[in-house]
């Protein structure tokens, strides 16, 4: 028997409707793993706790151990949970979030070892400027799991909703479609040492970073 295609959930990008965006919290929430967009691009989410969900992920983008993960927070209050940070680097996270940037930062035991690079024990932690990523994250009421969707070969993002669920129809539970996004991933900062390290140049300016 065919999976079923993924559902597709029309939001609008700049005042999402609450009925629409509870229902995909709900999906999230209940181990689904959605697709939706962000201040950058397209982006994978799934639940923080859920194990199948996140080697679903895994398989889509093919990602190997080391792939760092990202925390989506609705804002510095819930990232001091998850993350050791610095005076120094608290201040810099206050100056550039909500925004297009991906900090790394060691992750504190309420992370999921899952989700950690094995090795150095850090966590990506993002606060995104995008309406229906941050009505998602209220419901939800809590940081949930996230990575670009980059698919294996490709160099960018999907960026059109008929792609995606052209070519992760059938892989992915729910597709929030929400008009184009961009094409251009996070800039990602490494402030685990309190000293900024840019990792990824993207669309966050990095020249405040750079020393």
């Avoid at 939706?36 to 982006?43: C, L, N, V």
């Avoid at 790394?104 to 995008?130: W, Y």
């Avoid at 929030?176 to 993207?202: F, H, K, M, N, W």
Wanted: charged letters at 25%; proline letters at 8%; a negative charge.
């Amino acid at each position: 028997m065919a999976k079923r295609s993924a559902q597709i959930l029309k939001i609008h990008p700049v005042d999402p409707e609450p009925r629409l965006i509870r229902q995909a919290a709900q999906q999230l929430m209940a181990g689904d793993v959605i697709v939706y967009p962000t201040d950058s691009t397209y982006a994978l989410a799934c639940h923080i706790g859920d194990k199948a969900a996140l080697e679903k992920i895994r398989r889509i983008r093919q990602l190997a151990d080391k792939h760092n993960f990202t925390l989506m927070c609705r804002d510095l209050s819930e990232l001091a949970t998850y993350a050791r940070v610095s005076n120094t680097a608290y201040r810099l996270l206050k100056a550039f979030t909500p925004g297009p940037y991906t900090f790394l930062l060691s992750a504190t035991a309420e992370v999921p070892r899952r989700l950690m690079h094995p090795k150095r024990k850090t966590i990506g932690l993002r606060v995104p400027d995008h309406p229906v990523t941050q009505a998602l994250l209220e419901a939800v009421g809590e940081p949930f799991m996230s990575t670009s969707l980059i698919l294996p070969g490709d160099d960018l993002p999907l960026s059109e909703v008929f792609e995606i669920e052209e070519q992760l129809g059938n892989q992915v539970d729910l597709i929030i479609e929400s008009g184009a996004c961009g094409v251009e991933p996070t800039t990602v900062v490494d402030l685990v040492d309190g000293v900024p390290d840019i990792v990824r140049v993207g669309l966050g300016d990095p020249s405040p970073f750079e020393a």
